[in-house]
Structures are given as C-alpha cells and as structure tokens.
C-alpha cells in the first residue's frame, strides 16, 4: 500500500532552517507530483511548494517563494522541503502529498515550530 513517511519537523528559532523529508513507497513514485502543504491551527491546509515528475519543475505558495525549495530523488523515492529564515507564521503542521493513478495521498504530518 501507499506509504508516505515525513520527517525532520521541530521547534526551530525565528530565522533558523529545517529540512523535512518524505519517504515513499507502495507506487512508481518517480512519475508522480509530489508536493508538501501546511495546515496551521484554525486554519485551513494550504499548498506550500510542488515539484512534477518530469523536468523537476516546481511551484511556490507567495509567502515561501525565495525562502523554501522543494527537490526530490527519485533513487531514494524521497521528497524534500528545505526552509530557510524561517518565520513564526510557518508555524504549522507539514504534510506530505502524493498524486498517482488519479488519487490523492497524504502522510501523517510533521510539527514546524518557529518560536524564540
């Protein structure tokens, strides 16, 4: 079955850097888009950053444009959200997302928090 598994989430200071990844099995993950989205408290999830299968083109939610970079390595069918000068508003729950076969898979979630 379809397992995706975040990890490199934590309590991080204003300005600091994470870097979450998700390791995947159960599909051909290297033709698949892969992206990561947010959910903070009391609001809804929301798409942070994509990257497509061929040409490993990316998009960027405005508020992470310059500050986030999403890649992926298709030999260790993992994908990765580096984030830099982080800002408390990043504060959320980070989640993994897969498309293949025209269905939606999510993982379990990673905690960013950025707090001094």
């Known amino acids: 079955q379809v397992q995706l598994v975040e990890s490199g989430g934590g309590l991080v200071q204003p300005g600091g850097s994470l870097r979450l990844s998700c390791a995947a099995s159960?599909?051909?993950?290297?033709?698949?888009?892969m992206s990561w989205y947010r959910q903070a408290p009391g609001k809804q999830r929301e798409l942070v950053a994509r990257v497509i299968s061929i040409g490993g083109i990316t998009n960027y939610a405005d508020s992470v444009k310059g500050r986030f970079t999403i890649s992926r390595d298709n030999a260790k069918n993992t994908v990765y959200l580096q984030m830099n000068s982080l800002k408390s508003e990043d504060t959320a729950v980070y989640y993994c997302?897969?498309?293949?076969?025209?269905?939606?898979?999510w993982g379990q979630g990673t905690q960013v928090t950025v707090s001094s």
């Open positions: 997302n897969a498309r293949h076969s025209g269905r939606t898979y």
């Open positions: 159960g599909f051909t993950f290297y033709n698949s888009p």
